[in-house]
């Protein structure tokens, strides 16, 4: 099945906000199985709507409008669907009353206020049409069935689209889908997007159901496996040969092939199960690693203390840093790197640490050591590993690569570790 979605908005079209519902919503396409070939974004005008709206309905058996619903002369939605379906506006009786007892009760306390005329707009509905309720603010959202086409209204608010479409469309749309659709995520740390892609392209190339869709994100890359199927354990059954195959090819880089998890929750995980407790040392990430860490519900079992040493005289204050190795190697360097790791973990008690230290820029690069050199250093239970990064980008991309290679320095070092591996 074939979806489209059209956003209503000036605002939009000038670029006033950002269109998170388009965002939103093609996700939850991308999930439950329809497929999206086209997005329009159009400004308050009627005319333009309705092509718009024309356009979708003649390449797509779904159309989902988001915004133009409420009580306004600029909003015309439900006016421009009516319009291209040649269909009469009607008052729905339901949602007259619950305009008038929304009133009431707002405005218990001035009994002489009278609802304005153009509040009752959004009691009109599309003759023959469902109407979906809306909890969270006052415009309804609409689902109108058209000979085999389905066009479905939300009001524009996402705190108001994003409940009304969990609630009521998304069920709605499985409904008339007769297809199942379930993935995994493969979750990639360590490989960059061009490599993981080309590791398994013969599985891409090969793909039909399931199928295998990449997504690169900073310092990670996600494989989505999704399989259609008629019902969930058919789904499951198509899919755990494919991710089988990719955790064979690239195993420890994968850190989870769960949704939900991410590379601090991971970690934590990890530290936790091996009772294990980190302190992190950190330079020219300022603490961007202790808050990841802290993003985890329940860290505090495993992470007592961070340090945020900027300057040498705070590296060998709070960690012990040797004067020496600053003078000889300098601050950013593999030996300082490691004797950061080491000093933190000494200093909080715990059995594992971990340190960054690098040159973020823009500023301070030099021949030898240009923007973007970065060691990370992980201790665990006597052991140093540091790595050399040379990462692309500006500051901001550079201090948040560190923290993502940071934190699976030390997964790899943990898991290697309890299976007695080489590191
Ligand atoms: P209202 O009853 O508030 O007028 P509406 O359904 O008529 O709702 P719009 O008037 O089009 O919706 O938009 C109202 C607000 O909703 C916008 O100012 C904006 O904050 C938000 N909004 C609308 N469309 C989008 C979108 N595509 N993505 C994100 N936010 C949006
Ligand atoms: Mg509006």
Known sequence: MIAELISVGTELLL????????????????????????????????????????????????????????????????????????KNLVTDEDSRRKIEEYFKFRYQDNPKHTISENNWKQALKIEGCTVVGNNNGTAPGYIVEHNSKVIILLPGPPSEMIPMFEASIKPYLQKRQNKIFFSNMVKICGIGESKAEADIIDLIKAQSNPTIAPYAKDGEVHFRITASADNEEEAKRLIKPVVDELVKRFGINIYTTSEEETLESVLVKLLKQHGLTLATAESCTGGLLAGRLVNVSGVSEVFGEGFVTYSNEAKMKYLNVKEETLRQFGAVSSQTAGEMAQGAARAAGANAGLAITGIAGPDGGTSAKPVGLVYIAAYLNGSVAVNEYHLKGNRQKVRELSVIYAMDLLRRMILSQMNNQQF
């Open 15 to 86: 670029g006033n906000i950002v269109n998170t519902n388009a965002c939103y919503l093609s996700r939850k396409c991308a999930e439950l199985g329809y497929a999206l070939y086209h997005e329009i974004t159009v400004g308050d005008n009627e005319a333009r709507l309705c092509e718009a709206i024309n356009t979708a309905l003649s390449r797509a058996d779904v159309v989902i409008l988001t915004g133009g619903l409420g009580p306004t002369e600029d909003d015309i939605t439900k006016q421009a669907v009516a319009k291209v379906l040649n």
